[in-house]
């Protein structure tokens, strides 16, 4: 089922998705005619959860949360953004039915890459220990260095096969797959 995609920098929300409890809740709960609200809590749900945010390179969820809020111009007209418990329910509901193990493989993925980013961005190559030896020796550093070279394609590939299965698996019952649609390979 494809519920929310983002396209064209337009959210689309199908008419499927209001018969999800949570969701239908946020929807009843926003009483303007132009569902402002409910909008911008999809917009929320979408960027913070979906696997094919633009936003999920931001392994720290409080500091993706800002930058999507912030952004995206979520916020109303006094600064505020209310993340309601029907929101938080959504959510939930959101991952539990788009979240694959390869989505949750890539996430965790990224956190490593993120950690090691951090660690190259601060490595001090002065730096000595108690013994006033060098802590980092530089040939491992640099080897490091070549590894992430080796890393970032693997990463976009990861990236890419889980798109490709988020696409796969949003897809609704009745629509059937083209011939070779599964990269299966030709015998």
């Known amino acids: 089922m494809h519920l929310i995609s983002f396209e064209n920098y337009e959210l689309k929300i199908s008419p499927e998705a209001m018969l999800i409890g949570p969701i239908r809740q ?17 917009s929320y749900l979408y960027f913070m959860v979906d696997p094919r945010s633009t936003y999920m390179y931001i ?3 409080e500091e993706r949360s800002k930058t999507i809020i ?5 916020a109303n007209s006094n600064g505020n ?18 979240i694959t193990p390869s989505a949750l493989l890539l996430e965790s993925t990224l956190i490593a890459a993120d950690k090691i980013r ?3 961005a601060e ?6 220990d108690d013994n006033g030896k060098v802590k980092y020796d530089v040939s491992k550093v640099t080897t490091a260095m070549k590894n ?24 609704t019952g009745v629509q059937e797959k083209a011939m070779f649609e599964d990269n299966l390979p030709v015998i």
Request: charged share 40%; hydrophobic share 35%.
């Open 26 to 42: 946020v929807y009843r709960k926003d009483t303007m005619r132009n569902k402002e609200f409910f909008f911008r809590q999809m």
């Open 81 to 98: 953004f209310e993340i309601s418990s029907y929101l938080k329910e959504a959510m939930e509901w959101y991952k539990k039915h788009t």
């Open 118 to 120: 951090k660690f190259l």
């Open 59 to 61: 392994t720290n969820e």
């Open 70 to 74: 912030e952004q995206e111009g979520l």
């Open 123 to 128: 490595v001090d190559l002065n730096e000595v």
């Open 148 to 171: 992430v070279m080796d890393i970032i394609p693997k990463l976009k590939e990861l990236e890419k096969k889980v798109n490709q299965e988020t696409e796969d698996k949003t897809r």
